[in-house]
């Protein structure tokens, strides 16, 4: 059963940083892309980056360009954001996916709220 | 960066019913649409991908249609547990969702 766990939210201060790690299981992890897409409290849903499987290629959405990391580390399973710089806008449930073609499965979620 | 606009925003009808949801794009985005279901507290689910290829376990009801720009959801008898926000998505160029569709009661 494919498996996306994730981890590393909570509440931090404007400017500050956080690094959210998803811990995959149950399919081959290092050949799939792997995305973050993220919705704010009541809101929709908008991407926020994608890796390609090998973790050479790394897109961002224009919001998060510059402040934001997507890295992977195909031994370990598991697909990390770094998030810097960030600004009230940015809280969000961000949820891990993997890509095949569609977004074929997601994690469950986890809370980033960037408040003082 | 292709635009998506879903209508309505809302949609109120009873079980066994059939929903119609309407789907947008700014430009053609081919077949690389698809739709997602979220129900209150709960991660967003595949439904239909290819615009109208039921993922792994959807029932029939769901079915999907359309290319280019203009794309339909349609649940054929609507049950309990249909009742929620559906997205759609365009993965021909980036990715972007649709503001979704609220089905409820």
């Known amino acids: 059963e494919v498996q996306l766990v994730e981890s590393g939210g909570g509440l931090v201060q404007p400017g500050g940083s956080l690094r959210l790690s998803c811990s995959a299981s149950?399919?081959?992890?290092?050949?799939?892309?792997m995305h973050w897409v993220r919705q704010a409290p009541g809101k929709g849903l908008e991407y926020v980056s994608a890796?390609?499987?090998?973790?050479?290629?790394?897109y961002y959405a224009d919001s998060v360009t510059g402040r934001f990391t997507i890295s992977r580390d195909n031994s370990k399973n598991t697909l990390y954001l770094q998030m810097s710089s960030l600004r009230a806008e940015d809280t969000a449930v961000y949820y891990c996916?993997?890509?095949?073609?569609?977004?074929?499965?997601w994690g469950q979620g986890t809370l980033v709220t960037v408040s003082s | 960066e292709i635009v998506m606009t879903q209508s309505p925003a809302t949609l109120s009808l009873s079980p066994g019913e059939r929903a119609t949801l309407s789907c947008r794009a700014s430009?053609?985005?081919?077949?690389?649409l698809a739709w997602y279901q979220q129900k209150p507290g709960q991660a967003p689910r595949l439904l239909i991908y290819?615009?109208?290829t039921r993922a792994t376990g959807i029932p029939a009801r769901f079915s999907g249609s359309g290319s280019g720009t203009e794309f339909t959801l349609t649940i054929s008898s609507l049950q309990s547990e249909d009742f929620a926000v559906y997205y759609c998505?365009?993965?021909?160029?980036?990715?972007?969702f649709g503001p979704g569709t609220k089905v409820d009661i």
């Open positions: 996916v993997r890509r095949f073609g569609a977004y074929d499965h």
């Open positions: 149950g399919f081959s992890f290092s050949t799939y892309a």
């Open positions: 890796i390609s499987s090998d973790g050479h290629s790394t």
């Open positions: 430009q053609s985005v081919s077949s690389n």
């Open positions: 290819g615009a109208s």
């Open positions: 998505q365009q993965y021909n160029s980036r990715f972007t």
